[in-house]
């Protein structure tokens, strides 16, 4: 069964500097997103992301994030100049449009990636 | 605004007993409904979903959830818990509409599984 997918599952850094985070999306995909879980906390939405453009973003979403789909398959996020309350476990997910409604979907998540910064 | 709760942050059942997880939402229009499973060290795994028709719909792993319009909730069923259900359970409401495209996501119920 295809399956989204991350890496790396942990990243460990140093506040300030700059970390990307990389996503590979179910292959026939064409909607990619980002979410994160503070530990403890709820799963936030941060980012959506079709036909090579943001499609919206969260009040999380400041500056210092950005996504970019590089080529085909990888759909990236970066953080430019990470913060200790950056620490979380970042989910990617992707969905085709499969319910036959217009714009409703079924998003898979990825295993995530858990970036811990000190 | 679009929001979801989910009202016990922990439930404990024996195995074989039944189980249910609550879950509210709060949204305008229709809503689009999922249940998510996070095993530990593990991605959100997908459970089942409501879009539209039957409000009983049936997902894997023997689960069920019923939509309940006049009390704004999607519960999550299972006649007979296993050992291996226990993990955090996330009910979710779908926002669309124009460019949005997101989930709404509840804080989320850990369910612990007795012998």
């Known amino acids: 069964e295809p399956e989204v997918t991350q890496t790396p599952s942990h990243q460990v850094t140093q506040m300030g500097q700059e970390v990307i985070l990389h996503c590979v999306p179910i292959?026939?995909?064409?909607?990619f997103y980002w979410y994160r879980q503070i530990l403890g906390q709820k799963v936030e939405f941060l980012v959506s992301?079709?036909?090579?453009?943001?499609?919206?973003k969260s009040e999380i979403f400041d500056d210092q994030f950005s996504v970019e789909r590089p080529d085909g398959s990888n759909f990236t996020l970066k953080i430019r100049s990470t913060k200790l309350e950056d620490s979380a476990m970042y989910f990617c997910?992707?969905?085709?449009?499969?319910?036959?409604?217009?714009?409703?979907?079924?998003?898979?998540f990825g295993p995530g990636t858990r970036l811990t910064v000190l | 605004a679009q929001s979801v709760t989910q009202p016990d942050i922990h439930i404990t059942v024996s195995e074989g007993a039944s189980l249910e997880l609550r879950c509210n939402y709060s949204y305008g229009a229709t809503p689009y409904l999922f249940w998510y499973v996070q095993s530990p060290g593990q991605g959100l795994q997908l459970l089942l979903k409501y879009f539209s028709g039957d409000t009983l719909v049936q997902g894997i792993k023997g689960f069920e959830a019923e939509f309940k319009r006049s009390q704004s909730s999607f519960n999550l069923r299972k006649p007979s818990v296993h050992w291996s259900d226990a993990a955090e359970y996330f009910c979710?409401?779908?926002?669309?509409?124009?460019?949005?495209?997101?989930?709404?996501f509840g804080t989320g119920t850990l369910l612990a599984v007795q012998p």
């Open positions: 992301f079709y036909n090579n453009e943001i499609s919206e």
């Open positions: 997910a992707s969905s085709e449009n499969d319910s036959g409604l217009a714009g409703v979907d079924t998003q898979y």
């Open positions: 292959s026939n995909h064409l909607y």
């Open positions: 979710a409401v779908g926002v669309y509409g124009g460019a949005t495209n997101k989930l709404i």
